[in-house]
């Protein structure tokens, strides 16, 4: 009997049994391939499906908290980041184009344009109406100005010809050189075209350079004049010739006639024993105390220096070669001590307005305000030519500035206007006048 149970009848529930145990197997291994796998390996107990999934969720939570983590670091930008399946995790981005996928994303929004930062002007609003001389490049002016004019026009934006009469000249010689090198196109005549074609555009490069000083302007009312005057069938040569004789002339007898008057006249006034202060330098009183030391006469200079220019420097040592004694103050500081041991001042200007006022280096104000305070004498030299119908009463009404000294933090005038009341005689080649005659003066001249 015992070999019967080896038989096919004993084998089935065998059988049965073994699949019995196969089947939860297998449905284990649907739920979750990998942890049966890792348990497996592991020789671990087998988990249960609930068991199983709890698994799963905390390792997506793990990897979903270490995705999170490097995306919040300075590496968020990498492409290296994995999404846990072996491949590459989408870059997260903040803004319109990093909405879900579905949804309709924003344009990106337009650049802002640049806004050029404003180039604030040194020198303020209110004193905006006052010049200041600049280099103009030669490639910028008028075709039709002329190559005397264009090195005049550097010479003055560089200061290189500063006082108004030099100015004056080297503008009348070289408007000279204009006429002679000019020839009127066919058809045209000489007095009605050179004004407009030729001598304005020589006259606005000047002026672009640096303002004219009203010597200047004066006697380009007369050039334009004496041009109208010409008959318009006089021959071009003969025109021309005519005309650059009168600029001689005018030259001759308003620039130097006039400088050799005023010298003359001022050096008379100086009395032996005399203490004469002077500010600063120009060529009229120079030539006056050259002229008063060649008479004979013994005096003092006391010479009173502009601190931002030093033009005094050379000035005294040209006295003091002619042996004249002169004592040098470079700056204003100690100008009412010399004044006290002063007898006359001596400036000169570089206008004088129509009620008075005269137009001269910047400080000279100071020392004729405080020269009649203390009872001096105030002599003032100035040729005619610089005499102009225009009136001011300040400093700000007609100046210009220092290029040289202007800055974001302030600027410096080169001129100032001083009161006709500091002023007690001006010196002119039609002789001593007050400064209110200046009127009178003016309407003489146009009667010449």
Same mark, same amino acid.
């Given at each position: ?20 145990? /196969?089947? =939860? ?5 649907? #739920? ?12 671990? %107990?087998? *988990? ?28 968020? &930008? ?73 090195? @005049? ?22 408007? %000279? ?26 006259? /606005? ?83 006056? @105390? ?16 502009? =601190?931002?220019? $030093? ?33 006359? *001042? ?14 001269? $280096?910047? &400080? ?29 009463? #300040? ?12 800055? &974001?933090?302030?600027?410096?005038? *080169?001129?100032?206007?001083?009161? #006709? ?8 080649? @039609? ?11 003016? $309407? ?5």
């Amino acid at each position: 009997m015992a070999t019967e149970t080896g038989g096919p009848g004993a084998a089935g529930p065998a059988l049965e049994g073994k699949a019995s145990q /196969e089947k =939860p197997a297998k449905a284990a291994s649907k #739920d979750s391939q990998p942890a049966q796998g890792d348990a497996g390996a592991a020789g671990e %107990k087998k *988990l249960s499906n609930a068991e199983l999934k709890k698994k799963a969720k905390e390792e997506k939570a793990a990897r979903r908290a270490q995705a999170k983590a490097s995306s919040a670091g300075p590496s968020s &930008g990498a492409q290296g980041l994995t999404d846990g399946k072996g491949g590459k995790a989408k870059q997260k981005q903040d803004g319109p184009q990093g909405q879900q996928q579905g949804r309709p994303q924003a344009r990106p929004a337009a650049p802002v344009p640049t806004i050029p930062k404003e180039v604030k002007p040194t020198v303020p609003e209110c004193f905006s109406h006052l010049s200041v001389a600049r280099r103009i490049d030669m490639t910028q002016a008028d075709k039709d100005v002329h190559p005397a004019v264009l090195a @005049l026009g550097q010479h003055m934006s560089t200061f290189a010809i500063s006082d108004s009469i030099t100015r004056l000249e080297a503008t009348l010689l070289a408007f %000279k050189k204009v006429i002679d090198s000019y020839t009127p196109p066919h058809g045209t005549s000489f007095s009605r075209h050179f004004t407009s074609h030729i001598l304005n555009p020589q006259i /606005e490069y000047l002026s672009a350079c640096r303002p004219m000083c009203f010597s200047m302007g004066n006697a380009v009312r007369w050039l334009k004049l004496q041009i109208s005057k010409i008959d318009i069938d006089l021959p071009d040569t003969d025109a021309k010739k005519l005309l650059s004789e009168s600029i001689d002339n005018f030259i001759s007898e308003r620039i130097s006639l006039a400088d050799y008057v005023i010298v003359k006249t001022a050096a008379d006034m100086i009395e032996d024993g005399e203490v004469i202060l002077t500010y600063a330098h120009h060529h009229l009183v120079e030539q006056t @105390l050259l002229r008063a030391k060649e008479q004979g006469k013994s005096f003092e200079v006391i010479l009173v220096d502009d =601190p931002y220019e $030093r033009v005094g420097l050379a000035h005294a040592k040209t006295l003091s070669a002619a042996g004249i004694p002169v004592s040098y103050s470079p700056d204003l500081g100690a100008l009412r001590s010399n004044l006290r041991e002063s007898t006359s *001042l001596f400036v000169a200007a570089e206008a004088m307005f129509s009620n008075g006022a005269m137009y001269a $280096r910047a &400080g000279t104000c100071d020392a004729a305000a405080a020269a009649t305070d203390l009872g001096l004498r105030v002599v003032a030299l100035c040729e005619t030519i610089n005499f102009t119908e225009r009136v001011s009463i #300040d400093s700000l009404t007609y100046n210009e500035i220092d290029p040289e000294r202007n800055s &974001g933090e302030g600027f410096r005038l *080169l001129f100032d206007t001083t009161r #006709d009341k500091f002023v007690t005689v001006v010196v002119t080649e @039609l002789g001593n006048t007050a400064p209110t005659s200046v009127p009178a003066i003016l $309407r003489k001249l146009e009667e010449l």
